[in-house]
């Protein structure tokens, strides 16, 4: 090998060197970046998690809280009177064969079926304590179970007093 040849091959591999240096260390710039980047969150992804650190309820204190809790009370009204079950129907029959008859024809839960043999102690009651009893919900002493408004929520008062009367009139 001749002496220009060495000269060469060294400042040939002075070059690679530098150059392979350089590579590494935009290697590792690349990287450094990346890391101080923020990772892109989707829509669903920040959702869900706002989903799950919201406040489970909220705290009404003095005059503007009880202009809040006012509000708060409108609306839910509000949106429960857009959902009227049934169409809104009174008719007793429709409302206890979609909701009624799951208990109440087969006894589940300690309900009472359909016969005067169950019902006799109640209705002595009178019926305004079973339209009470029927919207607002009871426990009975023998572990009986009337969820409110039979476990619908939108159903109004008239269609739970309608439903009640049809099943008295139907008792067997």
């Known amino acids: 090998m001749r002496n220009y040849d060495l000269d060469f091959l060294k400042k040939f591999s002075l070059v690679i060197g530098f150059l392979s240096l350089v590579t590494l260390g935009l290697i590792l710039l690349a990287l ?3 890391g101080t980047l923020p990772p892109e969150v989707s829509p669903q992804a920040a959702q869900r998690t706002h989903m799950r650190i919201a406040p489970v309820g909220s705290v009404y204190a ?5 202009a809040e809790q006012a509000a708060a009370v409108a609306a839910a009204a509000a949106k429960a009177a857009s959902q009227v079950a049934y169409g809104g129907t009174t008719d007793g029959s429709v409302i206890f064969n979609n909701l009624c008859a799951g ?3 087969s006894g589940a839960g300690n309900a009472p079926t359909m016969d005067q043999g169950h019902w006799g102690p109640r209705i002595a009651q009178g019926k305004d304590t079973l339209y009470k009893h029927a919207i607002e919900g009871f426990t009975g002493p023998d572990g009986g179970v009337m969820p409110p ?3 619908n929520p939108a ?3 008239e269609q739970v007093r309608a439903t009640v009367d049809w099943m008295l009139d139907n008792l067997k």
């Open 32 to 34: 450094h970046l990346h």
């Open 62 to 66: 003095g005059a503007t809280g009880a």
């Open 103 to 105: 208990c109440h024809v």
């Open 149 to 151: 408004r039979g476990g």
């Open 155 to 157: 159903l109004t008062d």
